[in-house]
C-alpha cells in the first residue's frame, strides 16, 4: 500500500474454523442452484414428516399410560374399601370371639366394674328371649297399675301454676365444657337425686356436675365426636352417652370411666332412651334402625328398620309403660312401635321437615313432638290423633321437650324456654336468658326447679 518493503514478523495469521470448499462448477449455473434448493426442501419436509409421526406415536403412548393409571388408581381404591371392610368385621369378630358365653353382669358389678382395663366392645345381636319378653310385661303391668292408683289426682307437693309463673334465673354455670368448641348439646337430671346434672358437649365430654355443692363430680372422656344424647341411671352411679361418633357408652361415675361400648349402629347415633326396668337401652340412628341393647351385657338385643320407609330416625322415646316407643324421621314422620313384636304400630304424619324431640306424658296418654317447622303438635294415643298445634314464632327451633314427672307441665326448649301447662295449653312461663339454642331441659321434683342447657354452653336453674 505505501510502497515499503513487508517483513515476515508483520504477517497475521487468519484463524478459519474450516476452510469453504469452493462451490463446484456445475452449482454455479442457476438450473444446478434450483434443484440444490429442491433438494434441501424435500429433506425438510422429510424431516418435519418424522418429526409429526414420532409426536403421534408419543401421543398414544401417553394416552395409554393415562388410561393404565386410571385403572390402577381404581383397583387400589377397591382394595383400600375391601381392606377397611376386613378391618372392621375383624374389630367387630373380636369381642365375639371373647363372649363364648355371654354370663349376665349384676347391676352393682357394672357400676363398679371395669375400673382398670379397657371397657368391653360388644356388637353381637343376641335376640328377645321370652324371658326378656316376660320382664318387660311384668315392670309394664306394675307400671300401669301404679299410674291407676295414683289416677288423675295431681301430687300436693306439685308446684301451682301461679308459684311456676313466678319463677326467675337462680344460677348459671359456664365452666363445664370447653370454650373452644362451645356448647352443651343435651343435659339429664339424676331420678334418685336431682342436685346431681348430666350434660354432654360438643368438646365430645361427658361431664356430672352438682347443683347444690355447685361442682364438678365428674368429666367423662372417650368418645371421639359431639356428645348429643345422655341419660342418668335411675338407681346406678351408671350413665349413658351417644354421639356422631356411632358408638353408646356406659360410664361409672364413681370410677370415672368407661365400663362398656355398645356398638349397636353404623352411623351416628342420634337417640337414645331408658327402658323403665333400667336394664335395657333404646337407641336410634342415621343408618335407619332402631336398637334394643343390654346393659349389663353390652349386647344388642334386636336391631329393626322400616324398610318400607328406608330414612334416618333423628330421636326416640320410651313410652312410661315400656311395652311400646317412638322414634322420630328424618322425613318429619313420627313412628309407633310395639317392643315385644318389634312393628311398626302407628304412624303421625303432619310435622314439616326432621323431627328434633318427641316426649310422652306420664299419663300415658300424651305425646308432644316438635320438628323444624316451628311447631309443637300434641297426640293422643288412644285416639291416634294429633289434637293440639302450639304454633310458635317463625323460625323458632325446638331443641327439646320435655313434661314433668306429674304430666302437668311441659317444658319446651329452642330459641328461648317455654312452659305450658297441659290441658289448657297455656304459656304460663317464657326465659330468653340464653344467647344460643337451648338443646336440653329437665323439671326437678314435683317441678320446684327447671334446669336448661344451651349452646353457649351454660347450665341454668330456675326456682323460686
Not at 358365653?101 to 352393682?108: E, G, L, R, V
Not at 326378656?132 to 292408683?149: G, H, P, S
Not at 291416634?384 to 323460625?395: E, Q, S, V, Y
Request: contains cysteine; aromatic residues 6%; glycine residues 6%.
Amino acid at each position: 500500500m505505501n510502497s515499503q518493503p513487508l517483513s515476515e514478523e508483520q504477517l497475521i495469521d487468519i484463524k478459519v474454523s474450516h476452510p469453504i470448499r469452493p462451490k463446484a462448477p456445475s452449482s454455479t449455473s442457476i438450473p444446478a442452484i434450483l434443484k440444490a434448493l429442491q433438494d434441501e426442501w424435500d429433506a425438510v419436509m422429510l424431516h418435519s414428516f418424522t418429526l409429526r409421526q414420532q409426536l403421534q406415536t408419543t401421543r398414544q403412548e401417553l394416552s395409554h399410560a393415562l388410561y393404565q393409571h386410571d385403572a390402577a388408581c381404581r383397583v387400589i381404591a377397591r382394595l383400600t374399601k375391601e381392606v377397611t371392610a376386613a378391618r372392621e368385621a375383624l374389630a367387630t369378630l373380636k369381642p365375639q370371639a371373647g363372649l363364648v358365653a355371654p354370663q349376665s353382669m349384676p347391676a352393682s358389678q357394672l357400676a363398679a366394674g371395669g375400673a382398670g382395663g379397657e371397657p368391653m366392645e360388644v356388637s353381637v345381636q343376641v335376640g328377645m328371649t321370652p324371658e326378656i319378653i316376660q320382664k318387660l310385661q311384668d315392670k309394664a303391668t306394675v307400671l300401669t297399675t301404679e299410674r291407676k292408683k295414683r289416677g288423675k289426682t295431681v301430687p300436693e307437693e306439685l308446684v301451682r301454676a301461679e308459684d311456676l309463673s313466678k319463677y326467675r334465673q337462680v344460677a348459671s354455670h359456664a365452666g363445664l365444657h370447653s370454650a373452644s368448641v362451645p356448647g352443651i348439646l343435651c343435659m339429664d337430671l339424676c331420678p334418685s337425686d336431682t342436685n346431681k346434672v348430666l350434660t354432654g358437649g360438643a368438646d365430645k365430654n361427658v361431664v356430672v356436675f352438682d347443683k347444690k355443692e355447685e361442682q364438678i363430680i365428674a368429666t367423662l372422656k372417650g368418645h371421639t365426636k359431639k356428645v348429643t344424647s345422655v341419660i342418668y341411671h335411675p338407681s346406678q352411679s351408671v350413665v349413658f352417652s351417644a354421639s356422631p361418633d356411632s358408638t353408646i357408652r356406659v360410664w361409672s361415675v364413681t370410677g370415672g370411666n368407661c365400663i362398656q361400648v355398645v356398638r349397636a349402629h353404623e352411623a351416628s347415633v342420634t337417640g337414645l332412651s331408658l327402658h323403665a326396668t333400667g336394664d335395657y337401652l333404646l337407641s336410634s340412628s342415621e343408618d335407619q334402625y332402631w336398637a334394643f341393647s343390654d346393659i349389663q351385657t353390652g349386647q344388642v338385643l334386636t336391631k329393626v328398620t322400616d324398610e318400607a320407609a328406608g330414612v334416618a330416625l333423628t330421636c326416640a322415646q320410651f313410652h312410661p309403660d315400656g311395652l311400646i316407643f317412638g322414634t322420630g324421621t328424618a322425613d318429619s314422620q313420627i313412628k309407633i312401635w310395639d317392643l315385644k313384636e318389634r312393628t311398626n304400630v302407628a304412624n303421625f304424619p303432619g310435622h314439616s321437615g326432621p323431627v328434633t324431640s318427641i316426649a310422652f306424658s306420664e299419663n300415658g296418654y300424651y305425646l308432644a313432638t316438635g320438628a323444624q317447622d316451628s311447631s309443637v303438635k300434641l297426640w293422643d294415643l288412644r285416639k291416634l290423633k294429633n289434637f293440639k298445634t302450639i304454633a310458635l314464632d317463625n323460625n323458632y327451633e325446638v331443641k327439646s321437650l320435655v313434661f314433668d314427672q306429674s304430666g302437668t307441665y311441659l317444658a319446651v326448649g329452642g330459641s328461648d324456654i317455654r312452659v305450658y301447662i297441659c290441658k289448657q295449653w297455656s304459656e304460663v312461663l317464657n326465659f330468653s336468658d340464653h344467647s344460643g339454642l337451648v338443646t336440653g331441659l329437665a323439671f326437678g321434683d314435683n317441678a320446684q326447679f327447671l334446669s336448661s342447657a344451651g349452646m353457649d354452653r351454660s347450665l341454668k336453674f330456675y326456682s323460686l
